[in-house]
């Protein structure tokens, strides 16, 4: 039997993790492991042993279907005995302020092996463990959460090699959670459908687009060592569907305009896949390029190098630097001195009873924006109620 022991962390710094949390690395590296680990390998497992000699008689006398059948019971048996008492296995893992203990052996080891850490953090770092995150799970039939993964032992018996061996019982396997998926869906869903994101229309093309691959990009990414990685397919799905809703909302256009606008194939490891793409040119210098998909979200566990210093992908402050720069009223269009009139959330433009909306408000709303540029004139007359001057 395996078993997990993990303990999820609290808010610590992760410097100040590694730095005190260093003597507990050094206990159990060197007191529980040797302790506990033992044997070098599981004794075959009886069952399974008798039926193989069985199937050996029977084909020696020339029964090879009976044979067969016998070899059959035996693919649903395990070849070592998983309560072998001579054998444990304790594997430990650390990152900041989660650690994971992967233990071979009973539940009540187990216990004692939480009870023994508990009381070192207990007497030599002051420090207690929570009940509530600290936890024994079975591998076989539960899942143990760690660094945003779930952690569990694969077992599938119709899963063979080249050999025909049933090839990954007992093996560590990685997972997506479900409620992960769910979190990172809802921000581009309402009542279950994509909607678009207004508030990102007053960015330029660019920047929508890279935005929306960065956060994707981030997902999938992390969760790359994921068996169930395939299920982001989903967060794909909808992402993208929000991103050509957000550009449709901005242009005034249908989704089909959109895809037929930016539409492009992208070159890919994996060869050409379809996707979309927006082109800044620039003069004098290479054009500016966001592309949305080509991430493949097959599992992917060869190491690859951190993109620790990702491009800037611009919103739309820097489109408000703009309006400033351009020094231009955006009520009344003259140009000179300009102020900035803030409001403290967007509902606050909506009207009180029957009252009507201000043309200001109205702008702001609009545009769904909650700062306006205007000059000292409009100002004023924003705040004591007044109409704001006509362009000329």
Known sequence: ????????????????????????DQYIEQALLPAWNRGDRRTPYRPYMRLWQQACRLEQRGDREAGAMLRR??????SRDPADPGYRRLRYCRYADDWLLGFAGPRHEAEEIKDEIG????????????????????GRTQAARFLGYEVVVLHADDKRDQRGHRSINAGIGLKVPADVIRAKIKPYTHCGQPIRRTERIIDTDYSIVAQFQAEFRGVAEYYRLAFNRHR?????????RSLVKTLARKYRITVPQVYRRYRAVLATERGPRRGLRVTVPRDGKKPLVAEWGGISLARDATPAPLNDDPPRVWSGR?????RLLASRCDMCETTGQVEVHHIRALKDLVPRGK????????RMAARRRKTLVVCRACHEGIHAGRPARQPR
């Open 355 to 362: 009252r009507a909306q201000p043309a200001w408000a109205k």
């Open 73 to 78: 019971q035996m693919k649903a048996l395990p």
């Open 318 to 322: 820097s489109e408000l630097i703009q």
């Open 119 to 138: 009381r070192f953090l207990r007497e030599q770092l002051k420090l207690e463990l929570s009940p509530a995150k600290t936890l024994i799970t079975h």
């Open 1 to 24: 039997m395996r078993r997990v022991i993990h303990c999820v962390g609290g808010v610590v710094s992760p410097v100040l993790s590694n730095i005190y949390l260093d003597r507990l």
């Open 232 to 240: 982001l397919g989903r967060l794909k799905y909808v992402t993208e």
